[in-house]
């Protein structure tokens, strides 16, 4: 593994800036627009709750028994809908904090001059990009935190989401036990069979973004090699 003599006037020139400095800005804007369409989207569906129970209020007297129609409607709108938008935009935001892990990783390996690239180590994810950093380029306080530690359990969740539609076996207790302490901004409710289905919030996905957020800046705003 080849790199830049830490003590050299090069490296000393390289690495006399934090991660990232020229990444910070766009990192920033990317995390804040996340967090805007947020906002945006539960606004959305505050009013359409309002319409429709103002609808309902409207029409209630008239309907017939058996007639489903704002029943269908309140459960599509208060559960459904919710569901799939809010476990949709955690993957997104999950996904950008993992892009900026391993955008942060590369500009290490570019300035130190390592030939290894965090690629080329085993794991995956945000561990792997981790060990890139902690391990290859010694960058350590952003993974001593609660923050990082949060991140560790929200690379949890997001698998459950991508990978098994949001389901969590019955058996696995203690990662249930975990979940069923997100409450109320994680809901778990019966399955198929031996299954709990996760449901995030919209409260939740506003501090799953704080929370990945805050890691990616602080890894950006690590100084390398600080006593060169």
Known sequence: MAHLNP??????????????????????????????????????????????????????????????????????????????????????????????????CDEVQRRSGFELKAKDLGKQGIVRASNYLAKVAGVKTPFDSPEWDRALFLSKVRNVIAHGSGSVPVDEKAFLEKLSKEAPHLSLVDGWEDEKEVTLSSEFVRNAIATMRKVALDIADYRLYPST
Not at 21 to 34: G, P, Q, R, S
Not at 41 to 65: G, M, N, T, V, Y
Not at 66 to 84: H, K, M, Q
């Open 7 to 104: 003590g050299s006037p090069e490296a000393r020139k390289r690495q006399k800036e934090s991660i990232g400095l020229k990444a910070k800005f766009l990192l920033v804007v990317e995390f804040d627009y996340l967090e805007q369409h947020r906002r945006f989207i539960e606004l959305q569906f505050r009013q359409e709750s309002r319409d429709l129970e103002e609808r309902f209020a409207q029409e209630k007297a008239q309907l017939e028994p058996g007639d489903d129609r704002f029943s269908d409607a309140f459960t599509l709108l208060e559960r459904t809908l919710p569901r799939l938008q809010w476990n949709a935009q955690f993957l997104v935001a999950y996904g950008v904090f993992e892009f900026w892990m391993y955008e942060l």
